[in-house]
């Protein structure tokens, strides 16, 4: 699953070829403020070759808070999350696992918490 995939947002606004670094292995959430409220499963792209937009770059909306390190997007016109830059590491990006063609994220099984509340990046 190291090939290129097609990712797109609920109208198809926006659609991604996105290469997942290590296949959904990398697959995870995430407990921050943010994260636990969108529910999203993350897996791993890197920064800048494995995210490529086809369409929509106008569509996309990028949110920020705190830090403003992660940059999160989603589509402007059906508010689905498509992929964010991560603050832990700038050179990966998150994909939404459940925006990606073919994949069911309720067959994945059990999948990995990270812990975002207590940010490495927060530590002194």
């Known amino acids: 699953m190291n090939d290129p995939q097609k ?6 606004a926006v659609e991604l070829r ?5 296949g959904l292995k990398t697959a ?11 529910g999203a499963i993350a897996a791993t ?5 494995g995210v490529t937009i086809v369409k929509g770059a106008d569509k996309l909306t ?3 808070w705190g830090t ?3 940059k999160h997007y989603f589509c402007a016109t059906c508010g689905i999350y498509t992929h964010h830059r991560r603050r832990s590491n700038p050179n990966e990006y998150g994909i939404n696992v459940a925006a990606l063609e073919g994949i069911n994220p309720a067959k994945l099984g059990e999948i ?3 812990d975002g509340v207590n940010h490495p990046s927060d530590r002194k």
């Open 112 to 114: 990995a918490w990270t």
């Open 18 to 22: 996105v290469t997942l670094k290590d």
């Open 28 to 38: 995870r959430r995430c407990n921050c403020s943010f994260c636990r409220r969108r």
């Open 68 to 70: 403003g390190a992660a």
């Open 7 to 12: 990712l797109t947002c609920h109208c198809g």
């Open 45 to 49: 792209a890197e920064f800048p070759n």
């Open 62 to 64: 990028l949110y920020q």
